[in-house]
C-alpha cells in the first residue's frame, strides 16, 4: 500500500505550520470581525456582492 501524502493545501507548507499559523491568526480574525469597523466593512462587502449578482 501507498504511503499517503500529507496534505499541504498544494501550498508546499507542511500541514502543522499551516496550522500553527491557523491558530495565531483565527483568534486576530474573529476579534476584527466583531469589531464595528469589521462589521462596517462585512456590510460594504455584502452590499458590493448583492450590486455584482444583480448585475
Given at each position: 500500500?501507498?504511503?499517503?501524502?500529507?496534505?499541504?493545501?498544494?501550498?508546499?507548507?507542511?500541514?502543522?505550520?499551516?496550522?500553527?499559523?491557523?491558530?495565531?491568526?483565527?483568534?486576530?480574525?474573529?476579534?476584527?470581525?466583531e469589531s464595528e469597523?469589521?462589521?462596517?466593512?462585512?456590510?460594504?462587502?455584502?452590499?458590493?456582492?448583492?450590486?455584482?449578482t444583480a448585475t
Amino acid at each position: 500500500m501507498a504511503k499517503k501524502k500529507p496534505n499541504d493545501y498544494g501550498t508546499g507548507i507542511p500541514l502543522h505550520e499551516v496550522e500553527a499559523l491557523a491558530r495565531v491568526l483565527l483568534p486576530e480574525i474573529q476579534k476584527f470581525f466583531e469589531s464595528e469597523e469589521g462589521q462596517r466593512e462585512f456590510q460594504e462587502w455584502k452590499e458590493k456582492q448583492q450590486i455584482q449578482t444583480a448585475t
